[in-house]
């Protein structure tokens, strides 16, 4: 049966997407990229030794992203995870479009997180991602 549909007031609409004045995310925030302005080559170089660059993960290891390797908004730049499993045989993405930076993408280790905004605020969820873009979290990350 179809539902009929209410009308949102723009708080109430940002309030069920987990934005308020009392959390504000910025969406067009970006996070700085060291080393872009100089020589492109010898930045691409080292993002490339960078992911290539294998770490062992085990389930409850804390991980991050490694530098210039986030392709996801979650988690962000130096906010630690928790491994919950790391997977023998990787699953790709199943995004259809060559075009998306998701096609055929790698997944490989699936992490946890602690929601921060709405209802779910405090719950641990998980996602997949690829290993090669995560390096261990210390204090110093």
Do not use: C
Not at 64 to 72: A, T
């Amino acid at each position: 049966m179809a539902q009929k549909n209410q009308d949102l007031s723009s708080r109430q609409l940002l309030d069920l997407i987990g934005l308020s004045e009392e959390d504000p995310l910025d969406l067009l925030a970006e996070e700085p990229l060291d080393g872009l302005k100089g020589d492109l080559g010898a930045a691409l170089r080292e993002r490339y030794r960078s992911f290539s660059e294998p770490h062992r993960f085990a389930p409850g290891d804390l991980a991050v992203w490694k530098p210039g390797m986030r392709n996801h908004r979650l988690p962000r730049y130096g906010q630690p995870v928790v491994v919950l499993e790391v997977l023998e045989t990787p699953l790709f993405d199943g995004e259809s479009d060559a075009g998306s930076t998701y096609y055929r993408e790698r997944r490989d280790l699936v992490l946890g997180m602690i929601w921060e905004t709405g209802p779910g605020r405090g719950d641990m969820i998980s996602f997949h991602f690829d290993r090669r873009r995560f390096m261990p979290w210390t204090q110093e990350n």
